[in-house]
């Protein structure tokens, strides 16, 4: 959806003539550490059941320890992982100011001009809230801005500042990604279907689905990454 936006604009109260300095919501670090967590232990949980009906009971043991020690490295990984974003995500700042916006994450910095903006689109919640937002100057690289303290006065704030030119668009999640109920209830249908796949197939379509799995994540991995 376009927003259609008037030649004259209302004087924000958030707008002056020194720099305003945004982060990331300590909230939505909160939310992404709690849905890559549930991840990580629905994962294995799927797995043992996908495979639980070739699995005799005598096994249960070894294949019990057998996960113990691939799981133990594998979350020590994890927790590393996870201490590494949260530390990249509370180095970003973003520095709004009368000129133009700059974003620093450590060393590096990305700036632009008010006046160079020609579009922004910004991805709001089912409930309206706005979650990100995605600045494209015409040139240079865009700006993927995740959720900030004070979001919504931050897309206020550049909506007034960029040229009344600028195409301004709003597109709202039909669901809410951030809730890991519903990541849960969708990696379980997964599994439900690749059981009926599998069962419809039989033991070679395992290898053909696996295969295309795999790559279908890694581009999504590649394109989106986990934030």
């Given at each position: ?5 008037q030649?004259?604009?209302r ?13 990331i ?88 001009r ?21 600045i ?18 931050f897309?206020e ?18 669901l ?33 689905i696996?295969?295309?799995?795999m ?13």
């Open positions: 959806m376009t927003r259609k936006r030649a004259s604009r004087t924000s109260k958030t707008m002056s003539d020194q720099t305003q300095t945004y982060t919501s300590e909230r939505f670090i909160a939310s992404r550490v709690r849905l890559l967590c549930v991840v990580c232990l629905a994962m294995p949980l799927m797995a043992l059941f996908v495979n639980f009906w070739n699995i005799g009971f005598e096994q249960l043991g070894s294949i019990s320890l057998k996960g113990v020690l691939i799981f133990v490295p594998i979350a020590l990984i994890f927790f590393l992982m996870v201490r590494h974003i949260i530390r990249n995500l509370r180095r970003i700042k973003l520095h709004v100011g009368p000129d133009g916006l700059v974003m620093e994450a450590g060393a590096r910095q990305q700036e632009a008010w006046d160079s903006i020609k579009k922004v689109v910004v991805c709001s919640l089912p409930s309206s809230a706005p979650r990100y937002v995605h494209f100057p015409a040139s240079g690289r865009p700006f993927s801005i995740l959720p900030l303290e004070q979001m919504a006065g897309v704030q550049v909506e007034e500042s960029v040229p009344t030119s600028t195409q301004f668009v709003v597109k709202r999640q039909k809410d990604w951030d809730n890991p109920l519903l990541v849960v209830g969708l990696m379980s249908l997964a599994v439900l279907v690749w059981l009926a796949y599998r069962s419809l197939g039989g033991p070679g379509i395992h290898q053909n696996s295969q295309i799995y790559c279908a994540f890694g581009i999504w991995f590649i394109a989106y990454g986990p934030f």
